[in-house]
């Protein structure tokens, strides 16, 4: 569900020389196909975005292993964490309506479920822009989901870790805006607040209010996955090629990691925020308002996306990733580029080289830093969780020169280290 405040390529590529952009589609092409053998990825999706449309929606492989369905640009893949970027489009559009605040106390929204309080709630509230930013001091990095025939959670059940729900309970463990801590949980927040607020289920109010008038004709925040739509889903596959259970796994979480979506319905997102903030008047968001959403609130974290550099070099970005399901989401604000990819396996540094690839041949500006932010920490430990829920206390973790020391106790985590070599 969550590997972005700046993109790093992981993985060593081959650097082409600059072409004709059907020579550069076709470099782009040989590096997925490759990729691709060489990892053992079943099935992979994307949409380039270049001069402020969509130049290029293709997919790769199969939709799973039978090899029988090819995966089509229409295919759907589950967007894990990326959900959250859709999703805080949704809220920032109640703000600019008056019906939340950024900045005041959530409980004041929240009807069927509080924030409980207590001495650090005190101090500092829970609000929405810390929530957006993960500043506001909430448990539960992510979710693991549960599997199509499981017993699934209501929200309130999530929100207090009652059964049938896998996840301790949402609650304030740090001092409010005191630090950035990555938190699934608070987005799950969101979540009961708009449902609250709105009077609406949560995939009526997204479908309603961002999905239909962005055109993204291909997305659901249903969970599970309605029949209809189901037969265009691709199967999800973990990282040791085994197959997940019934295709894909439950996300009642639906504002953290429930997205149903294609890369091109997320390029016609990236397109909606580019398009706000150039002023366009049919826009979600007013241009002010995009522009505090793309305003980076701490740790390079904005208001639902990751934001790095700034003028003509302004990126906003997110990664995703459910059991079985990887994607990356980036994008250029105010000069109408951008990518999207999505696949039915478990490879989060196979996307980034794929940006890479897609930044170099089709010549877009600004560096690519090869050290990783607080965002990608937190999705490889998100990746580490979801993938291997069970993982044992003291487990060690070394990748790419990094060590990561997660101490993990009945699939909470209890403390995170990094350090460099």
């Known amino acids: 569900m969550a590997a972005a ?40 999706s994307l949409a380039i975005i270049q001069d402020g449309k969509i130049i290029k929606a293709k997919g790769y492989g199969f939709t799973d292993k039978s090899r029988q369905t090819p995966v089509t640009p229409g295919t759907l893949f589950q967007a894990g964490s990326i959900s959250k970027a859709v999703a805080a489009l949704g809220a920032l559009h109640l703000v600019q309506e008056g019906r939340l605040s950024l900045d005041n106390d959530v409980n004041a929204y929240l009807h069927t479920w509080k924030v409980p309080a207590n001495a650090l709630t005190k101090e500092q509230k829970v609000t929405l822009r810390r929530i957006l930013s993960h500043t506001a001091g909430l448990t ?5 989901g549960y599997g199509t025939n499981d017993p699934v959670p209501a929200l309130l059940e999530v929100l207090d870790g009652a059964r049938p729900a896998n996840n301790q309970a949402v609650r304030v463990d740090i001092v409010p805006g005191s630090k950035w801590r990555y938190s699934g949980g608070g987005y799950t927040v969101m979540q009961q607040m708009i449902v609250d607020v709105t009077g609406k289920p949560f995939p009526e109010f ?3 209010t961002l999905l239909k008038p962005l055109a993204m004709t291909n997305s659901t925040y249903e969970q599970p996955l309605p029949q209809r739509m189901a037969a265009s889903a691709a199967a999800g596959y973990l990282k040791n090629g085994g197959a997940v259970m019934g295709g894909w796994r439950v996300q009642p979480e639906l504002a953290a990691a429930g997205l149903w979506t294609t890369p091109s319905d997320l390029a016609r997102f990236a397109l909606g925020i580019q398009q706000a903030l150039a002023g366009d008047s049919n826009a979600i968001l007013s241009q002010a308002n995009t522009r505090l959403m793309l305003t980076n609130q701490k740790d390079g974290d904005g208001l639902g996306v990751f934001v790095d550099g700034s003028g003509q070099a302004l990126r906003f970005s997110h990664g ?4 079985g399901f990887d994607s990356f989401m980036i994008a250029y604000a105010s000069v109408g580029k951008g990518a999207v990819i999505m696949m039915n396996a478990n490879d989060s540094w196979t996307s980034r080289a794929i940006v890479n690839a897609i930044a170099k041949e089709y010549g877009w500006t600004g560096g690519i830093p ?15 969780m979801v993938t291997h829920p069970n993982v044992a206390r003291g487990a060690v973790l070394v990748f790419c020169g990094l060590a990561l020391i997660a101490v993990v106790a009945s699939r909470r985590i209890l403390k995170r280290h990094w350090r460099g070599r």
Do not use: K, Y
């Open 5 to 44: 405040a700046r993109l790093g390529s992981w993985i060593g590529i081959c650097l082409l020389c600059s072409r004709s952009l059907s020579a550069q589609a076709d470099a782009v092409d040989d590096l997925i196909t490759n990729r691709m053998r060489e990892h053992h990825i079943t099935g992979l």
């Open 140 to 144: 539960v990095h992510g979710f693991s």
């Open 206 to 208: 997204m479908s309603d």
């Open 320 to 323: 995703g990733r459910n059991a």
């Open 370 to 384: 090869l050290i990783p932010p607080a965002w990608q920490r937190h999705e490889l430990l998100h990746a580490v």
